[in-house]
Nanobody
Framework: QVQLVESGGGLVQAGGSLRLSCAASGRTFGLNTYGWFRQAPGKEREFVAALREIGGFTYYADSVKGRFTVSGDNAKNTRYLQMDNLEPGDTARYYC???????????????????WGQGTQVTVSS
């Protein structure tokens, strides 16, 4: 099994920054894709960013491209989502996800990930 624990959320003013962390434990060897999703009240969970372990490729939703950066530290078994120039529309609960495989067809979908964290709340005030 794989356990994912997010941290780093909080309240920030528009234009500010936050860095979310996703600490992985358990059977992490072989995980190939880490994703970040978010869910605002009354809305569906949506894709934010993904990191493909093999090759280090990164992928972003259009709404966050140029503002968010996903990265990883294998020594700490932790992945990060650096969020800059935050907007009130970024307010949501942010979830880390992981999967053993990568697919261009599913990496933006919640169906593409077997493992999920509990999430961390990000609130951006105007």
């Amino acid at each position: 099994q794989v356990q994912l624990v997010e941290s780093g959320g909080g309240l920030v003013q528009a234009g500010g920054s936050l860095r979310l962390s996703c600490a992985a434990s358990g059977r992490t060897f072989g995980l190939n894709t880490y994703g970040w999703f978010r869910q605002a009240p009354g809305k569906e969970r949506e894709f934010v960013a993904a990191l493909r372990e093999i090759g280090g490729f990164t992928y972003y939703a259009d709404s966050v491209k140029g503002r968010f950066t996903v990265s990883g530290d294998n020594a700490k078994n932790t992945r990060y989502l650096q969020m800059d120039n935050l907007e009130p529309g970024d307010t949501a609960r942010y979830y880390c996800a992981a999967d053993d495989s990568f697919s261009y067809r599913t990496y933006t979908s919640t169906d593409g990930y077997d493992y999920w964290g509990q999430g961390t709340q990000v609130t951006v005030s105007s």
